[in-house]
């Protein structure tokens, strides 16, 4: 059976297939039937009319053996017509009786019958003769009982072996045709069993066939609407985390949105800061070159500045050299104004008065030495202040220079920051307006995953959908296979 | 007013004062010249020096005497010059600039590196040194201030110089 036709195909072929063997069936049951009656009418029509036409025999023999016993008693002759008669109606059934009998024993016998019945008519009219002839009733008697009686007994035995014959074929023949009739009603009984069979075959196979078919078809179906529940699920949860992320997106971008504008505006004063800056660039480059100058002028004073104070180190010099010679003197006077005390102590009242002097010159000399060592500490101080000031003037002079050449570093690097202030300029500019087209971008970014977060959803709800339809499947095709398969087997 | 100006004044009434007082007899104290030699200070008597003076030229003269500079020249004449620290045993001195003159016919130098000043003490503040010492020259000790200084007799260097150069020393 193939396995492209459909179940109604298949149904179809099966019940036609089931009607043509019933058809089948019928028309052997029937023709069997028919042959059987037919025989059996044929067979019985025929014996019967074989057994009728013996029986007529037997009664026109038995007849005509009464006309002739009514002759022999009475010896009229309406008698020996009523025998003829007889004999005539014997005849005639023998006529009939050969055309009925079928078999060759049978033709034998009547023939047999019929030879016999002609030598009895030959000596029942001898004998009619004779007693016509009015001979002696003893010889007739004596014929009658020696050559009538016994062919008229034998062919009494052979019509009656005939008839026996006959319905020993008759029923040999009825027996035959229930014979036929129960062979054919036996192979009805098969066919008809075969067609049962054949019937539950193929119901068995169509089932099964179907069955399986359907079995397969609806587990297919199940597992089909199982992985269709399975891809509707992951559909509808990768629905749901596409929906959670579009809305985690729209939110950054809603975010990165706000960002962008925000770092437009934030370009946009970084531009006007900027454009300020180059103002304030410009005017501090002015403010550079006068600071510059400012600074050559203080590296001038602070040069003339360490020329005095070098000229201060040499006058401090030479005032530590007068001071040196003051010092000398003050020694000197001290010395002497000692030996004069020393000298004054061992002489008169002038040499006492002399002494008050030189004691008073000695003291001045003290203290001219005092104020001499105390002007050389100061001296010393202001040598060493002017030592430390022209150092810390050279100092300021190497740092004026430092500061100079920091200076002009600064000022290349302050026209290097107005050409960088310049081009930061423009790039603000530029990154305002390339996040102006960016915020313009991320609104239609914007506007798409909006629309991509509706057409999520409605993905999401027909996943969803599709869920429960492929349960519903699932469930209609459990519900099937119940029904094509056992619950045990399925 | 600075302190300098205070000090001015000072200075100034007390040179005046000078002039105005009627001079009178000094009191009992005793004048000595402070100076220090070889980092050590010390003082002598003022009677016992006939002068201070520069310690100028010395020419140096072969004698056994280590603490014999030389022979110096004092108004034409000449004068054995001694370094005082080596008398006095300090060793020798660094730069004797300055001379003391000892008094007498034969007078004799001795050197020393300092001359720290002239110091009028009270009598009072001399006492006898209770371990004389610097070659027992140092008798005495004088409160100058807050420090003590040895004073060094200098007849007694000078009696110990002649002793050693084996020369007579008269009494006076």
Redesign the interface.
Same mark, same amino acid.
Do not use: F, G, M, S
């Given at each position: 059976m193939r396995r492209t036709w459909t179940f109604g195909r298949k149904l179809a072929a099966g019940f036609a297939a089931v009607v043509a063997l019933t058809i089948v069936i019928a028309g052997i049951g029937v023709y069997g039937m028919r042959q059987v009656v037919a025989e059996e009418e044929q067979l019985l029509s025929r014996q019967f009319k074989a057994l009728h036409e013996s029986e007529e025999l037997h009664v026109a023999f038995e007849r005509k053996i009464a006309e002739a016993r009514g002759f022999f008693f009475t010896r009229e002759d309406r008698f020996l017509g009523l025998m003829r008669e007889a004999r005539a109606q014997f005849l005639d059934a023998a006529g009939r009786a050969r055309t009925g009998v079928a078999s060759e024993e049978g033709k034998r016998r009547l023939a047999e019958i019929e030879k016999t019945e002609a030598e009895h008519q030959q000596d029942l009219d001898r004998a009619a003769a004779l007693l016509k002839n009015k001979e002696n009733p003893d010889v007739v008697a004596r014929m009658i009982r020696d050559d009538l009686a016994p062919r008229r007994d034998q062919i009494s035995k052979r019509i009656s072996g005939l008839v026996g014959f006959e319905e020993q074929i008759f029923e040999t023949a009825r027996a035959r045709a229930a014979s036929h009739a129960e062979s054919a009603q036996t192979l009805v009984l098969v066919a008809t069993a075969g067609a049962l069979v054949l019937a539950l075959l193929l119901a068995i196979v169509l089932g099964r066939g179907i069955s399986r078919q359907i079995g397969g078809a609806v587990q297919h179906v199940q597992g089909s609407s199982t992985e269709l529940r399975t891809a509707a699920t992951q559909q509808a949860n990768g629905a749901k985390e596409q929906s959670g992320a579009m809305t985690e997106v729209a939110t950054t971008i809603s975010e990165l949105l706000a960002t962008s504008r925000q770092i437009a505006e934030s370009a946009r004063r970084v531009a006007a800061i900027a454009e300020k800056t180059a103002a304030s660039g410009r005017s501090g480059d002015d403010s550079m070159q006068s600071a510059l100058e400012s600074v050559n002028g203080i590296k001038r004073q602070v040069d003339v500045v360490v020329a005095h104070m070098l000229d201060l180190g040499k006058r401090s010099q030479q005032i530590g050299g007068v001071l040196e010679i003051i010092n000398e003197l003050a020694?000197q006077t001290?010395?002497l &104004?000692?030996?004069a005390?020393?000298?004054a &102590?061992g002489a008169t009242e002038a040499g #006492? #008065?002399f002494a008050?002097v030189a004691d008073?010159i #000695?003291?001045?000399a003290? #203290?001219v030495s005092g104020s001499t060592k105390e002007i050389r500490g100061l001296i010393e101080e202001i040598r060493a202040a002017v030592h430390t000031t022209v150092m810390a003037t050279e100092g300021s002079s190497k740092a004026v220079d430092a500061g100079m050449r920091e200076f002009e570093q600064v000022a290349a690097a302050f026209k290097e920051i107005m050409g960088l202030v310049g081009t930061t300029t423009d790039a603000a500019r530029e990154i305002e307006l390339s996040t102006k087209q960016q915020a313009s971008a991320v609104e239609q970014v914007n506007s798409a995953i909006s629309d991509v977060a509706q057409t999520t959803r409605e993905t999401e709800a027909s996943s969803t959908q599709m869920l429960q339809t492929a349960s519903q499947l699932s469930g209609l095709a459990t519900d099937l296979l119940r029904l094509v398969q056992p619950p045990a087997s399925a | 007013m600075s302190a300098d100006e205070g000090r001015l004044g000072e200075m100034r009434r007390a040179f005046d004062s000078a002039f105005a007082a009627e001079p009178v007899a000094p009191p009992e104290r005793v004048d000595l010249i402070a100076l220090r030699t070889a980092g050590r200070p010390y003082a002598v008597r003022a009677s016992d020096v006939a002068s201070v003076v520069a310690t100028g030229t010395v020419v140096p003269f072969p004698c056994d005497e280590p603490a014999l500079l030389g022979l110096g020249a004092v108004r034409g004449a000449p004068v054995p010059v001694y370094d005082l620290a080596a008398l006095l045993g300090d060793g020798a001195a660094k730069a004797p600039r300055w001379t003391i003159l000892s008094h007498g016919p034969e007078r004799l130098g001795l050197a020393f590196d300092e001359l720290e000043g002239y110091l009028r003490v009270p009598a009072a503040d001399l006492a006898a040194a209770p371990d004389p010492a610097a070659g027992q020259a140092a008798t005495e000790i004088v409160r100058a201030g807050s420090s003590l200084r040895p004073v060094v007799s200098v007849a007694s260097l000078v009696r110990r110089v002649k002793q050693r150069c084996g020369i007579p020393t008269k009494e006076r």
């Open positions: 020694e001290n010395i &104004a000692i030996n005390t020393i000298e &102590a #006492r #008065r008050v008073e #000695r003291k001045l003290d #203290r | -």
